[in-house]
């Protein structure tokens, strides 16, 4: 029991409670319970909300996501604009349709690219700052005003505070909640081909960046994190570059791969997600070895000590 419980802890880096928990639900099959886990405890909080300051005449979106266990901030994403129809979306659509809804107003005009950049620049900042721990409760009640005041704060280091109208709300999900995007089924994903076209995205040419000593191309899956520059010469891709990146866009960014595929060739195509609608494309050898990060082990090898195969 001690050794399931071990396995079990670090192939899904669990606690010991957890572990337990999760093996006594399962039936004590260690298999079992790692897919089980992700859907066990609500370890993720989405914050959503809207702003408007009226003395500049702003609105603005933010998308925040932390990591409750790991009191972590996992992504935060701002946009402001001058359009009022930013303000009028709804704060209860899924965090994915929210924040498919929050890129959509970056591309529209009135978008101030620079103050959205500013404000995510800021947000780390004050993510793991005292002020935010109400944000890191496990409750998945709405923030209490003491975390709204603090975002509130926050957010009149570049606008007015006493004008300031800001809405927000909090859901806590768990792992598998999380993962699933939008509404769209796992059939649905599985039965589409790996890199078609599909829904209108827009493809930029990419470049990754290569590592002495990492991942062959040809091992690469889809989940894992590699490092990204776009060297797509259109005015789109270029404007695309500077508005996911912290700088010029020259800089380079770390995205997921969403598919790999083999040529004809031996060569390997590789598709990574920037954002809803936005996909990145090169084909690469098998054996050029590229920066990596792997976001969970090749194989479960406690297969292997439990089952001999």
């Known amino acids: 029991m001690r050794d399931k419980i071990e396995l079990l802890m670090q192939e899904t880096g669990c606690e010991q409670g957890e572990a337990e928990l999760a093996l006594e639900l399962c039936g004590y099959e260690v298999e079992k319970a790692v897919a089980a886990i992700p859907r066990l405890f609500q370890n993720i909080a989405v914050l959503k ?15 925040v996501i932390l990591n409750l266990k790991d009191q972590t901030l996992l992504r935060a994403r701002f946009v402001v604009s001058y359009n009022p129809k930013v303000y ?3 704060l209860e659509q899924g965090w994915f349709d929210f924040e498919k809804f929050l890129y959509a107003c970056r591309l529209w005009d009135g978008s101030l690219q620079s103050v959205s ?8 900042t004050f993510f793991t700052s005292q002020d935010a721990a109400p944000f890191y409760s496990e409750s998945p009640e709405t923030p209490q005003d003491k975390g709204i005041d603090a975002l509130r704060a926050f957010l009149g280091r570049r606008f007015d505070r006493g004008q300031l109208k800001l809405v927000a709300q909090r ?14 089924t796992g059939r649905q994903r599985r039965s589409r081909t790996r890199r078609a076209p599909s829904g209108g995205s ?7 960046e290569p590592q002495a000593d990492g991942l062959a191309a040809g091992e690469l899956r889809a989940g894992d994190l590699v490092t990204v520059t776009i060297t797509d010469n259109r005015d789109i891709a270029q404007y695309l570059a500077r508005l996911f990146g912290p700088g010029d866009g020259a800089s380079s960014l770390l995205v997921p791969v969403e598919a790999v595929e083999t040529g004809p060739k031996g060569e390997v195509g590789v598709r990574v997600r920037f954002s809803l ?8 050898p098998p054996d050029i070895r590229l920066k990596v990060v792997r976001r969970s082990a090749p194989r479960p090898w406690w297969k292997k000590l439990f089952h001999g195969t």
């Open 171 to 184: 859901d806590v999900l768990d792992m598998g909640q999380f993962q699933q995007l939008g509404s769209e």
């Open 117 to 124: 950049q500013e404000l995510e620049q800021l947000a780390p």
């Open 202 to 208: 827009l493809i930029l040419r990419i470049a990754l």
């Open 277 to 284: 609608g936005v996909c990145g494309d090169v084909n690469l």
């Open 88 to 90: 009028a979306t709804s």
């Open 49 to 63: 909300a809207k702003f408007h300051d009226p003395g500049e005449t702003l609105y603005g979106l933010l998308l």
